[in-house]
């Protein structure tokens, strides 16, 4: 459990719990983000990462426990201040209209109360197309991106609904769920670099990943969820072992290190699947 004398987070869950269908998907979860922070949610298939995530952005909520964001309840704050707090990137998102690539961008600062001069949110949303690689394709028809570029779209939304919110608030929480998962493998570290340039300056980044390697590299904190309870809580170093593989994603890997600083990485190359 959190210590009721530790300074509040920026994002946090208390003891959260959801049912679907009388099913436990989470059970008891206690997290914690912190300014300056980048923390990646790992775990296998169906473990409850993405509904954790959901849990922190105010998607669901909690069928027990709290989600809080400077220390006071989310479920409590108006649409328009929790939208100046956080900024949440979906597994996939859907479009009814033909809007171009600079109009999906713009989305991000329509919250009510983002208020700027036509000038600066034409320069926020270069900013925001020029990080996610998608600056010579403003003009382009969402429904004639791939996958991955559609995603870096809806990414350039979500950067420029949270330095919209900064402007006005301060650095606040970025949420992603499975922001490289139709990236190649440039753009997967593009991506990942936006999210860590934000805690760099102060922020919070929340990313669900499934690529442990990726998570390794650039994650101050791992948190691995299985059967939607909290296995294991800390920096990569100590989190990636041996054990931990064995006991949740059930292969026998031995983690390796390189230096300089030794972060962990494991090869599937070397891999096997333990037998259930």
């Given at each position: 459990?959190?210590?009721?004398n530790?300074p509040?987070?920026?994002?946090?869950?208390?003891?959260?719990?959801?049912?679907r269908?009388?099913?436990?998907?989470?059970d008891?979860i206690d997290?914690?983000a912190?300014?300056?922070s980048f923390t990646?949610?790992?775990?296998?298939?169906?473990?409850?990462?993405?509904?954790?995530?959901?849990?922190?952005?105010g998607?669901y909520?909690?069928s027990?426990?709290?989600?809080?964001?400077?220390?006071e309840?989310?479920a409590?704050?108006?649409?328009r201040r929790?939208a100046?707090?956080?900024?949440?990137l979906?597994q996939?998102?859907s479009?009814s209209f033909?809007?171009n690539?600079?109009?999906?961008?713009?989305?991000g600062?329509?919250?009510?109360g983002f208020?700027?001069t036509r000038?600066?949110?034409e320069?926020?949303?270069?900013?925001?197309l020029?990080?996610?690689?998608?600056?010579d394709?403003a003009d382009r028809?969402?429904?004639a991106?791939?996958?991955?570029?559609?995603?870096?779209a809806?990414l350039a939304?979500v950067?420029?609904?949270?330095?919209?919110?900064?402007?006005?608030h301060?650095p606040g929480?970025?949420?992603?769920d499975?922001?490289?998962a139709a990236?190649?493998?440039?753009?997967?570290?593009?991506?990942l670099?936006?999210?860590?340039?934000?805690?760099a300056a102060?922020?919070t980044?929340?990313?669900?990943?499934?690529?442990?390697?990726l998570?390794?590299r650039?994650?101050?904190a791992?948190v691995?969820i299985a059967d939607g309870r909290?296995a294991?809580?800390?920096?990569?170093?100590?989190?990636?072992?041996?054990?931990?593989?064995?006991?949740?994603?059930?292969?026998?890997?031995?983690?390796?290190?390189?230096?300089?600083d030794g972060r962990p990485?494991?090869?599937p190359?070397i891999?096997?699947r333990?037998?259930?």
């Open positions: 459990m959190i210590s009721a530790q509040p987070a920026m994002i946090e869950a208390r003891n959260v719990s959801f049912l269908g009388g099913r436990a998907v989470l008891g997290f914690a912190r300014p300056g990646a949610i790992v775990g296998p298939n169906g473990a409850g990462k993405s509904t954790l995530l959901k849990q922190l952005a998607e909520r909690p027990g426990g709290d989600v809080l964001i400077d220390g309840p989310l409590g704050l108006a649409p929790a100046a707090r956080r900024a949440v979906p996939s998102s479009l033909p809007f690539v600079r109009e999906i961008a713009a989305l600062i329509t919250v009510p208020v700027m000038d600066d949110a320069d926020m949303i270069d900013r925001a020029d990080h996610v690689d998608l600056g394709k028809l969402y429904d991106l791939s996958g991955g570029e559609r995603q870096r809806q939304r950067l420029c609904q949270s330095w919209a919110g900064e402007r006005f301060g929480v970025l949420l992603l499975e922001p490289t990236q190649d493998l440039a753009h997967q570290l593009r991506v670099d936006v999210a860590r340039d934000h805690a102060g922020g980044t929340v990313v669900v990943l499934h690529d442990l390697n998570a390794a650039y994650a101050d791992m691995v909290k294991a809580e800390g920096p990569p170093a100590d989190v990636l072992t041996l054990d931990l593989l064995r006991t949740v994603f059930a292969v026998h890997l031995p983690p390796s290190t390189v230096p300089p990485f494991v090869l190359q891999a096997r333990l037998q259930s």
